[in-house]
């Protein structure tokens, strides 16, 4: 069994992506959830399955929330629950992009404790536990000191710069796209990019590891309002989600308010 359970989040992690890979260029069996949930592949289905063999084997005790797993109510009475998006990005996995990844947390009382966020097709594990920083395929990793919304490097889709969304005026930023959640708060994370937002209702499984690495890369990430994230709710969603370096996090939540 894994010393920590960042030990064992990074082996199931690897574990998830060998089996999805297996997957790619073969049959996927896509498949489309009730109330327009999105698709859902074979290969979501079994990394699935062997991250609930490889997290809850080892943990018997935790509690478990996937987006994969119909829910069970238990999680809510226990202190440890593992947040897994088995595939985030599984419409770009369909298309045959190299974007998705496994994202896997764990929370403790409400709060993430540790996380991995692994692409294997590009090779780029993120990792983090509470306290002991973030790191990328074992380097240290750090966001950006950016401060000025007008010239920062932003990962949102094109409808959160509606100006609906900002009463303070629409900041004048260089606007990019990934399709997973999960990847674009690494890649702020990694201070690739300076900030990432999206004002949508966000699942928890979509976000609660990207929380913690980003938020021990040094950056801040709350909801759309600036209040906590929270995670392990009845009901596993966020009001969206604001990430940033703290000095720019501040302005772009002045300009939403």
Same mark, same amino acid.
């Not at 979501?44 to 018997?60: K, W």
């Not at 770009?92 to 998705?100: L, R, Y």
């Not at 100006?163 to 690494?186: N, T």
């Given at each position: ?27 996927? &069996?896509?498949?489309? +959830?009730? &109330? ?5 592949t074979?290969a ?17 005790g $935790? ?6 797993s119909? /829910? /069970? ?5 226990? *202190? ?5 998006d088995?595939? &985030?990005?599984?419409r ?9 990844a ?5 929370? *403790? ?8 966020? $692994?692409l294997? @097709?590009l090779?780029?594990? $993120?990792?983090?536990? *509470?306290g002991?920083?973030? !790191? ?7 966001a950006?000191?950016?401060s ?14 509606d ?13 990019? !796209?990934?399709?997973?959640? #999960?990847?674009?708060?690494?890649l702020v994370?990694?201070?690739? $990019?300076?900030? @990432?937002?999206?004002?949508r ?17 040094? #950056?801040?990430?709350?909801? +759309?309002?600036?209040?906590p994230?929270?995670?392990n ?11 940033? #370096? ?12």
């Open positions: 069994m894994p010393a920590n359970d960042l030990d064992l989040l990074i082996a199931a992690a690897h574990a998830a992506g060998q089996v999805a890979t297996s997957f790619v260029g073969g049959e996927l &069996d896509v498949r489309h +959830k009730d &109330d327009g949930a999105g698709p859902v074979a979501d289905l079994a990394a699935n399955a062997v991250l609930e063999q490889t997290l809850r084997g080892a943990r018997p $935790y509690g478990w929330l996937s987006e994969e119909p /829910d /069970d109510p238990a999680r809510l009475n226990t *202190e440890h629950v593992f947040i897994v088995p595939l &985030d990005g599984t770009s996995f369909i298309s045959g992009e190299n974007t998705w496994h994202s896997i947390a764990l929370a *403790e009382n409400g709060r993430i404790v540790a996380a991995a966020i $692994y294997p @097709m090779n780029r594990l $993120y990792t983090a536990a *509470e002991s920083g973030a !790191h990328l395929n074992g380097t240290p990793i750090q950006s000191d950016a000025n919304p007008d010239t920062a490097r932003v990962l949102a889709a094109r409808p959160a710069l100006p609906q969304h900002w009463p303070g005026g629409v900041p004048d930023l260089r606007r990019s !796209h990934r399709p997973s959640l #999960a990847y674009r708060l690494s994370a990694e201070g690739r $990019y300076d900030a @990432m937002f999206t004002f209702p966000s699942w928890e499984w979509d976000i609660a590891a990207g929380t913690l690495i980003l938020q021990e890369a040094g #950056a801040v990430a709350t909801d +759309k309002t600036g209040g994230l929270i995670f709710n009845p009901h596993p969603q966020c009001n969206g989600v604001l990430a940033a #370096a703290p000095a720019l996090h501040a302005a772009l939540l002045q300009r939403l308010r």
